[in-house]
């Protein structure tokens, strides 16, 4: 299927549905995990046992949040965000998985009942023994250049920010919701996921079964491109500059 095609479809459509990883907010100035100078081929995770046993592991992990933290403050939406806002505007959006915890497709015009973050997001902190949630703003900002991790005020628990780490298990409601969308979806889009990290990357596979248009944007292919009814290869925002127009009377 070529471009007019495809967006003779969305204009069309419905019930779309988006599921995105990190490849869409590096236009935008973050890095993603793993292209090359991405962030795993600089530095290894911290894993949740590590964290959950390990004060030097909580300290380190603390101190890549603190970075993260103000990089995700500095940065802005780009076209890919804000293309998927304005479809959900003209009520065509279903719904939205991201693998992302950057906040960017909420700044970019997707109502949060719309978004399902499977990874869970930086925007919040959580105890994990009460689960009392914190500002981020408040916790980080009691982080000195040297500090301890930080407690809860409550119950002295581990406070933990709310995003889910390697060996950490998945957030139920999300893969619920998101497993939903996924079989519902009249036409499901990919952005800029390299899709190696499961079960997220199930989604697009279970979208297909059920019926649902396959559609994948991406740097370069994946392992289910045989699987894709559309597929561009190439960046992003040059993808949404060229489909944008073709939608405009939709
Ligand atoms: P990934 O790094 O594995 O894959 C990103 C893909 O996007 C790659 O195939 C890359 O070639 C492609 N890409 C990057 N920039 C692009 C562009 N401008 N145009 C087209 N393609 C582009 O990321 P993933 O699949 O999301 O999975 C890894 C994990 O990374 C996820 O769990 C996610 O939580 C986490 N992560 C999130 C952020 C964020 O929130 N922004 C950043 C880094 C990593």
Same mark, same amino acid.
């Given at each position: 299927?070529?471009?007019?095609?495809?967006?003779?479809?969305?204009?069309?459509?419905?019930?779309?549905?988006?599921?995105?990883?990190?490849?869409?907010?590096?236009?935008?100035?973050?890095?993603?995990?793993?292209?090359?100078?991405?962030?795993?081929?600089?530095?290894?995770?911290?894993?949740?046992?590590?964290?959950?046993?390990?004060?030097?592991?909580?300290?380190?992990?603390?101190?890549?949040?603190?970075?993260?933290?103000?990089?995700?403050?500095?940065?802005?939406?780009?076209?890919?965000?804000?293309?998927?806002?304005?479809?959900?505007?003209?009520?065509?959006?279903?719904?939205?998985?991201?693998?992302?915890?950057?906040?960017?497709?909420?700044?970019?015009?997707?109502?949060?009942?719309?978004?399902?973050?499977?990874?869970?997001?930086?925007?919040?902190?959580?105890?994990?023994?009460?689960?009392?949630?914190?500002?981020?703003?408040?916790?980080?900002?009691?982080?000195?250049?040297?500090?301890?991790?930080?407690?809860?005020?409550?119950?002295?628990?581990?406070?933990?920010?709310?995003?889910? /780490? *390697?060996?950490?298990?998945?957030? =139920? !409601?999300?893969?619920?919701? #998101?497993?939903?969308?996924? %079989?519902?979806?009249? $036409?499901?889009?990919?952005?800029?996921?390299?899709?190696?990290?499961?079960?997220?990357? /199930? *989604?697009?596979?279970?979208?297909? =079964? !059920?019926?649902?248009?396959? #559609?994948?944007?991406?740097? %370069?292919?994946?392992? $289910?491109?045989?699987?894709?009814?559309?597929?561009?290869?190439?960046?992003?925002?040059?993808? *949404?500059?060229?489909?944008?127009?073709?939608?405009?009377?939709?």
């Amino acid at each position: 299927m070529d471009l007019d095609e495809f967006a003779a479809r969305l204009r069309r459509a419905t019930d779309i549905v988006f599921f995105t990883g990190a490849g869409i907010s590096t236009e935008s100035g973050i890095p993603d995990f793993r292209s090359p100078g991405g962030k795993w081929s600089r530095m290894r995770p911290v894993y949740y046992d590590e964290f959950v046993s390990s004060e030097e592991a909580r300290v380190q992990a603390w101190q890549r949040k603190k970075e993260s933290y103000q990089l995700y403050k500095d940065v802005t939406p780009n076209i890919g965000h804000t293309s998927i806002g304005d479809l959900e505007k003209r009520g065509k959006l279903l719904g939205l998985i991201t693998q992302n915890i950057d906040g960017l497709h909420s700044r970019g015009g997707v109502s949060d009942e719309k978004i399902v973050e499977l990874h869970g997001s930086d925007r919040t902190v959580v105890c994990l023994g009460c689960g009392k949630l914190f500002d981020p703003d408040e916790v980080l900002a009691s982080l000195g250049e040297t500090f301890t991790s930080p407690r809860c005020d409550a119950c002295d628990g581990l406070l933990k920010t709310g995003t889910i /780490s *390697f060996g950490q298990a998945m957030p =139920q !409601a999300a893969m619920s919701q #998101a497993q939903i969308w996924s %079989e519902a979806a009249e $036409i499901f889009i990919v952005v800029g996921s390299s899709l190696v990290v499961q079960p997220a990357a /199930s *989604f697009p596979v279970i979208a297909k =079964q !059920a019926g649902a248009l396959l #559609a994948i944007v991406n740097r %370069e292919p994946t392992h $289910i491109e045989p699987l894709a009814d559309y597929s561009h290869q190439g960046e992003i925002g040059e993808f *949404f500059r060229t489909l944008n127009p073709l939608l405009a009377d939709a």
